[in-house]
C-alpha cells in the first residue's frame, strides 16, 4: 500500500500531467487554420508591396506624338524596341530576381486609353491596368468644373495616383505587385452609344500565352463598368499555396460641393455582407473593420455621387475597409480604402466578374439596380425612413414631373403636409383653449396647496378638475408626436436629394448647399456659427422665435413661474441658427415655410375658436353626474391610500 506522501506524489503528477494535456489541447485547438495563415502572409507581403512603391521603372518620358498615339489606335501585340532583352543589364538581373516571370513587365511605357458614353469617360492607365481617371459627363463641380470621381490630385507624399488599383499574389518566393508593372492593352480607345457594348483589355505577361487580364467593358447611355479579373496560364506561376489574391482599391475623393463639411460629414464607405444587410462606415470620423463575412458589394460614397464595387458572386473574407478624413480644406475631402480576397483555384483558364457603378447618388437610379445600393443613401432609420420612402420621396418625384422649379415644389409638398396634418392641429388647439379657460381654476388649486409636500393632493386635484370638465391634458401633445417623424424625414431627405444640387431658387443659387448673403472677409469665422451669413437660416430662426412667442401666449406660459424654462425656449432657436448655417438652404427654407404656415394657422384658429363657448360648454360637463371609477383608477387611489395620500372626492 502507498503511504500519504506517496498519494500526494502521485496526485501531483496527475495534476502536472493533466495541466499540460489542457494547454496542448487548448493549442490544438487555438492554432490558426491554413487559410488564416494564408491571410497573415498576403497581408504581410502587401505591406512590403506597398513599402516598395516608390522604385518605378519607366525607361522614356511621353512625347506629344505618343499621347497622340495612346488615344488613337494601340496595337496589344506590339512589343517595345526600347526593352532591353533580359540579363543585358544588371537593371534586368534585380528585375528578374524581384519579379521572376513577370520582370519583362517591369519596363514599359505609360500608356492611356479611354472608355466613353454619353454619361461617364473612363481612362484606363496601362501601368498597374487600372482606372486613372472616371468623369461623370452630366454634372459640375460647385465651381463649375468637370465631376471626377477620382483623378491624379498629385496628393503629396501618398505615394499613388487619386484611384489605386493593385492585386498582390505570390509567385514562387516573389511577391508581385501589379500597380509597379506595366499591361499591354488589346483594344484601343472608344466611344459607345445606345445598346451597344466595347471592351478594352489589359494583360499582364508572364511570358508566352501566361497572362494576368483585366477585361472592361462599356456600354452606351450606362452607369455600369464591366470588369473582370482574367488568369489564363497562369496555375504553375502563381504559388500553389496562394487559395486566393488580394486585390487593393483605393480612393482620394476630390471635392464637388460648395460646402466641404457638409460634404465630409455624407462621405463614408457602405458595404453589403453576402445576402445580408447594408452597413457603413462612421461618416464624422476615421474609422477602420476587417469584415469577417463575405461581401456582396463595397461603395465608395459621396454626398451626391458613388462608385460601387460589386462581385457577380461574392468576394471572398475578408474584406479591409478603411475612410479617413482630409485634414485639410483643398482638393480632397477623404480616403477610401478596400481590400478584397479574390478566389482562385488554379485552373489554366479562370475568372472573376465584377462591376462598377460610377454615377449619381440618386435614389431611384440605386434602387433599379434591385442590389440594396439605394440604401446608402441616409433617409432615416425607422419611423423616419419610412416617411421618405413611403410619402416624401414619391410626391417630390411626382410634383418634379410638371414643375421645373424646386423651390416652388417645396413650397407646395409644405402645404399639402400641413393641410394633412391640419385636423389634428386644429383638435391640439382645442384642448389647449380648454386648458387656457381652466387656467383660473387650475391657480385656485394651486393656492389651496402651496406646500411642496402637499404635491401629490396638488396633482390630484388638478387630474379630478380635468376628468369633471371633460378636458384631456395630453390632447395637444398628438399634433407634436406625428409631425416629428415628418420634421426628422426632411431633415435626412434635403441635403440627401441630388435632385435639389445646383438648384437655384431666389438667392439660393444652390439648394443642396447653404445660401449665403455675406461672406466675412479674410477668412475670418465666428465659432459655432460660420464664415457666412445664410439667410434661410435667419428667416427661419425668426419665424421659429416669433412662433414661440404665441404658443406661450396662447398656453399662458407668459406668467408661468420658471423664467429658466422661458430662456430655455427662446434659446433653441439661436442654438439651431449656428447648427443650420451650413446646412441645405432647401431645409432651412421647408422650416421657414412650415413655421410660418403653422403661425398663419394657429391665429386663425385663435380668431374663429370662442374661448367663452368652449368655457359654457365646460360648465355644462361639470353638472353631468361623475363617471363610474375604473378598475384603474380605483388602484391608483388604493396605492395613493396606502401611501399616506387621500384622494379628493
Known amino acids: 500500500m502507498l503511504n500519504q506522501g506517496g498519494e500526494k506524489d502521485i496526485n501531483s503528477i496527475i495534476g502536472i500531467v493533466l495541466i499540460f494535456a489542457i494547454l496542448i489541447g487548448y493549442s490544438i485547438y487555438t492554432q490558426p487554420s491554413s487559410e488564416e495563415i494564408q491571410a497573415a502572409k498576403m497581408k504581410r507581403d502587401s505591406l512590403e508591396a506597398v513599402s516598395n512603391a516608390n522604385e518605378t521603372y519607366i525607361v522614356e518620358p511621353k512625347t506629344d506624338t505618343d499621347e497622340h498615339k495612346d488615344?488613337?489606335?494601340?496595337?496589344?501585340?506590339?512589343?517595345?524596341?526600347?526593352?532591353?532583352?533580359?540579363?543585358?543589364?544588371?537593371?534586368?538581373?534585380?528585375?528578374?530576381?524581384?519579379?521572376?516571370?513577370?520582370?519583362?513587365?517591369?519596363?514599359?511605357?505609360?500608356?492611356?486609353?479611354?472608355?466613353?458614353?454619353?454619361?461617364?469617360?473612363?481612362?484606363?492607365?496601362?501601368?498597374?491596368?487600372?482606372?486613372?481617371?472616371?468623369?461623370?459627363?452630366?454634372?459640375?463641380?460647385?465651381?463649375?468644373?468637370?465631376?471626377?470621381?477620382?483623378?491624379?490630385?498629385?496628393?503629396?507624399?501618398?505615394?499613388t495616383d487619386s484611384c489605386e488599383f493593385n492585386m498582390?499574389?505570390?509567385?514562387?518566393?516573389?511577391?508581385?505587385?501589379t500597380r509597379d508593372l506595366y499591361f499591354k492593352p488589346k483594344g484601343s480607345s472608344f466611344k459607345v452609344e445606345g445598346d451597344n457594348t466595347k471592351t478594352i483589355s489589359l494583360r499582364l505577361y508572364a511570358g508566352d500565352d501566361k497572362y494576368i487580364e483585366y477585361e472592361y467593358s462599356l456600354s452606351g447611355n450606362s452607369y455600369v463598368l464591366g470588369f473582370k479579373i482574367n488568369f489564363h496560364g497562369v496555375e504553375n506561376i502563381i504559388s500553389r499555396n496562394n487559395s486566393?489574391?488580394?486585390?487593393?482599391?483605393?480612393?482620394?475623393?476630390?471635392?464637388?460641393?460648395?460646402?466641404?463639411i457638409n460634404e465630409k460629414r455624407n462621405s463614408t464607405i457602405y458595404y453589403k455582407y453576402f445576402k445580408d444587410e447594408v452597413d457603413y462606415l462612421s461618416e464624422t470620423s476615421d474609422e477602420r473593420k476587417d469584415l469577417q463575412t463575405k461581401v456582396k458589394w463595397v461603395a465608395f460614397k459621396q454626398q451626391f455621387f458613388s462608385s460601387i464595387l460589386v462581385a457577380e458572386s461574392s468576394f471572398d473574407k475578408p474584406t479591409n475597409i478603411e475612410s479617413i478624413s482630409s485634414e485639410d480644406d483643398g482638393e480632397y475631402v477623404k480616403e477610401m480604402h478596400a481590400s478584397f480576397t479574390i478566389p482562385y483555384g488554379?485552373?489554366?483558364?479562370?475568372?472573376?466578374?465584377?462591376?462598377?457603378?460610377?454615377?449619381?447618388?440618386?435614389?431611384?437610379?440605386?434602387?433599379?439596380?434591385?442590389?440594396?445600393?439605394?440604401?446608402?443613401?441616409?433617409?432615416?432609420?425607422?419611423?423616419?425612413?419610412?416617411?421618405?420612402?413611403?410619402?416624401?420621396?414619391?410626391?417630390?418625384?411626382?410634383?418634379?414631373k410638371y414643375i421645373g422649379n424646386y423651390g416652388i415644389i417645396i413650397l407646395i409638398m409644405t402645404i399639402f403636409i400641413k393641410m394633412l396634418l391640419f385636423p389634428l392641429m386644429y383638435k391640439s388647439y382645442k384642448s389647449t383653449a380648454k386648458m387656457r379657460v381652466?387656467?383660473?381654476?387650475?391657480?385656485?388649486?394651486?393656492?389651496?396647496?402651496?406646500?411642496?409636500?402637499?404635491?401629490?393632493?396638488?396633482?390630484?386635484?388638478?387630474?379630478?378638475?380635468?376628468?369633471?370638465?371633460?378636458?384631456?391634458?395630453?390632447?395637444?401633445?398628438?399634433?407634436?408626436?406625428?409631425?416629428?417623424?415628418?420634421?426628422?424625414?426632411?431633415?435626412?431627405?434635403?441635403p440627401a436629394s441630388i435632385e435639389l444640387r445646383q438648384?437655384?431658387?431666389?438667392?439660393?443659387?444652390?439648394l443642396s448647399s447653404y445660401d449665403s448673403i455675406y461672406d466675412f472677409p479674410n477668412g475670418f469665422s465666428i465659432p459655432f456659427y460660420g464664415d457666412h451669413v445664410s439667410l434661410f437660416t435667419l428667416l427661419m430662426t425668426a419665424a421659429t422665435l416669433l412662433s414661440v412667442k404665441m404658443n406661450m401666449e396662447m398656453s399662458g406660459g407668459g406668467q408661468m413661474q420658471m423664467p429658466q424654462m422661458k430662456i430655455m425656449m427662446y434659446m433653441m432657436p439661436i442654438m439651431f441658427l449656428g447648427f443650420f448655417n451650413d446646412f441645405a438652404?432647401?431645409?432651412?427654407?421647408?422650416?421657414?415655410?412650415?413655421?410660418?404656415?403653422?403661425?398663419?394657422?394657429?391665429?386663425?384658429?385663435?380668431?374663429?375658436?370662442?374661448?367663452?363657448?368652449?368655457?359654457?360648454?365646460?360648465?355644462?360637463?361639470?353638472?353631468?353626474?361623475?363617471?363610474?371609477k375604473s378598475n384603474f383608477q380605483k388602484r391608483l387611489e388604493k396605492m395613493a391610500k396606502e401611501r399616506g395620500y387621500k384622494p379628493n372626492k
Open 71 to 159: 488615344e488613337g489606335q494601340s496595337n496589344p501585340e506590339e512589343s517595345n524596341h526600347n526593352i532591353p532583352s533580359r540579363g543585358e543589364s544588371e537593371a534586368n538581373v534585380q528585375m528578374l530576381q524581384k519579379y521572376g516571370e513577370f520582370s519583362d513587365a517591369a519596363y514599359g511605357k505609360e500608356q492611356l486609353l479611354t472608355m466613353e458614353n454619353d454619361r461617364v469617360k473612363i481612362t484606363l492607365n496601362t501601368m498597374g491596368g487600372g482606372l486613372h481617371t472616371v468623369e461623370l459627363k452630366n454634372y459640375k463641380t460647385f465651381d463649375s468644373l468637370p465631376v471626377y470621381l477620382f483623378k491624379d490630385l498629385g496628393v503629396k507624399d501618398s505615394g
Open 168 to 177: 498582390i499574389f505570390s509567385a514562387g518566393t516573389k511577391t508581385i505587385s
Open 244 to 260: 486566393y489574391l488580394v486585390f487593393d482599391w483605393s480612393n482620394f475623393i476630390p471635392r464637388q460641393e460648395k460646402s466641404l
Open 346 to 400: 488554379h485552373v489554366r483558364d479562370e475568372s472573376f466578374p465584377m462591376f462598377f457603378y460610377f454615377g449619381p447618388t440618386h435614389y431611384k437610379t440605386l434602387q433599379d439596380y434591385g442590389l440594396g445600393f439605394e440604401k446608402i443613401i441616409p433617409l432615416g432609420w425607422g419611423i423616419f425612413g419610412w416617411v421618405n420612402k413611403g410619402l416624401i420621396i414619391p410626391m417630390f418625384n411626382f410634383l418634379g
Open 438 to 494: 381652466l387656467k383660473p381654476e387650475v391657480d385656485k388649486i394651486n393656492d389651496k396647496f402651496p406646500d411642496k409636500a402637499d404635491a401629490m393632493k396638488k396633482q390630484q386635484s388638478v387630474m379630478a378638475l380635468y376628468k369633471k370638465t371633460g378636458v384631456n391634458p395630453l390632447g395637444g401633445c398628438l399634433p407634436m408626436l406625428v409631425q416629428f417623424p415628418i420634421l426628422i424625414a426632411m431633415y435626412r431627405f434635403f
Open 503 to 510: 438648384e437655384s431658387f431666389l438667392w439660393a443659387t444652390d
Open 585 to 628: 438652404s432647401a431645409l432651412s427654407y421647408y422650416y421657414f415655410i412650415a413655421t410660418l404656415i403653422t403661425f398663419g394657422q394657429q391665429y386663425a384658429m385663435r380668431r374663429f375658436i370662442d374661448e367663452e363657448a368652449i368655457l359654457q360648454k365646460i360648465n355644462e360637463h361639470q353638472k353631468k353626474p361623475a363617471p363610474k
